[in-house]
């Protein structure tokens, strides 16, 4: 009999937004649990509270995770609003002290609803979503990268300029670290009455190849991933936030038959974050079944 492999053995990994049993980041803490990682949490119940899921046992969602873990791995968790920047430091600071070291970042967190068309859009909203999405995840890599650049023994670097680049500390023989950030479908169809969600979401793609570029130079690998239309709760009559009239009829003529589960986005992140999957740099991949064509 083969033992099972564990490729992220020895790794620690810091999902953010993992509240719920039916999210992504609840799946993408557990696929990386399974592959061997010793996994640290974020969760912000507050959020789930104001939507019509409603929120979930935070126990239930650590005791799920721990089925997940390898033998002699272990978790934890911390509860934070990231659109409070200050928050951000002493998250990756728990993160890392739950093992002494951090090697994987998922930007999974995300505001959605209180949300509206561009007829009425406000400074607000647009805010929330910038500062939960957007701003919350570069901060979070920045300040990884800070961490591990000091690891390797790299100076600090001020007031980069336009072009400027820093010394680079490698060639590596394999990463010394994965973010994952995660995007939307705003680049393959509109979003309607999503305008502040699909802005957020639509910057981290955009900036994807350039904050990637920048991260290669201490050993990091970014990529996004857009995990498609994926069931968390909204697309359920008694969960949902929206009008779902025909959504089952459009569901019944796609490929599949169905949209996608956590699980499906999640298999991809965790590949993404192993030594096999190292080769992809800089790519904002969708991960669909085919929604997208």
């Known amino acids: 009999m083969h033992a099972r492999p564990l490729p992220l053995a020895g790794r620690t990994a810091l999902v953010t937004g993992v509240s719920r049993r039916r999210g992504i980041g609840f799946a993408t803490a557990r696929t990386l649990a399974a592959l061997g990682a010793d996994v640290f949490v974020h969760?912000?119940?507050?959020?789930?509270?104001?939507?019509?899921?409603?929120?979930?046992?935070?126990?239930?969602?650590?005791?799920?995770?721990?089925?997940?873990?390898?033998?002699?791995?272990?978790?934890?968790?911390?509860?934070?609003?990231?659109?409070?920047?200050g928050a951000v430091d002493a998250l990756l600071d728990a993160a890392g002290d739950l093992t002494g070291r951090l090697d994987i970042l998922v930007c999974n967190q995300a505001r959605s609803g209180d949300d509206g068309s561009i007829f009425d859009m406000t400074q607000e909203r647009l805010d929330a979503h910038w500062q939960a999405n957007a701003r919350a995840?570069?901060?979070?890599?920045?300040?990884?990268?800070?961490?591990?650049?000091?690891?390797?023994?790299?100076a600090a670097t001020t007031d980069t300029?336009?072009?400027?680049?820093?010394?680079?500390?490698?060639?590596?023989?394999?990463?010394?670290?994965?973010?994952?950030?995660?995007?939307?479908?705003?680049?393959?169809?509109?979003?309607r009455g999503e305008i502040a969600y699909a802005t957020s979401k639509a910057a981290l793609a955009g900036i994807t190849r350039s904050t990637a570029a920048e991260l290669l130079d201490v050993g990091i690998v970014l990529n996004t991933v857009n995990p498609g239309p994926v069931n968390t709760g909204y697309l359920d009559e008694?969960?949902?936030?929206?009008?779902?009239?025909?959504?089952a009829d459009w569901i019944a003529r796609t490929p599949f038959g169905r949209v996608g589960r956590p699980d499906d986005p999640a298999q991809l992140i965790g590949w993404l974050c192993t030594d096999a999957g190292s080769w992809i740099v800089g790519q904002v991949l969708t991960s669909d079944g085919g929604f997208s064509l």
């Open 43 to 85: 969760h912000y119940r507050p959020h789930d509270l104001d939507h019509p899921w409603g929120g979930d046992d935070l126990e239930a969602v650590r005791d799920g995770i721990r089925e997940s873990l390898a033998p002699g791995a272990v978790i934890g968790d911390l509860h934070a609003d990231l659109r409070d920047a």
């Open 238 to 247: 008694d969960t949902t936030d929206r009008d779902l009239t025909g959504v």
């Open 137 to 154: 995840s570069l901060l979070l890599t920045a300040g990884f990268a800070r961490r591990k650049r000091a690891e390797l023994g790299g």
């Open 161 to 191: 300029r336009p072009g400027d680049r820093i010394d680079v500390l490698g060639p590596f023989e394999k990463p010394t670290g994965h973010v994952i950030w995660m995007t939307s479908g705003q680049g393959h169809g509109a979003m």
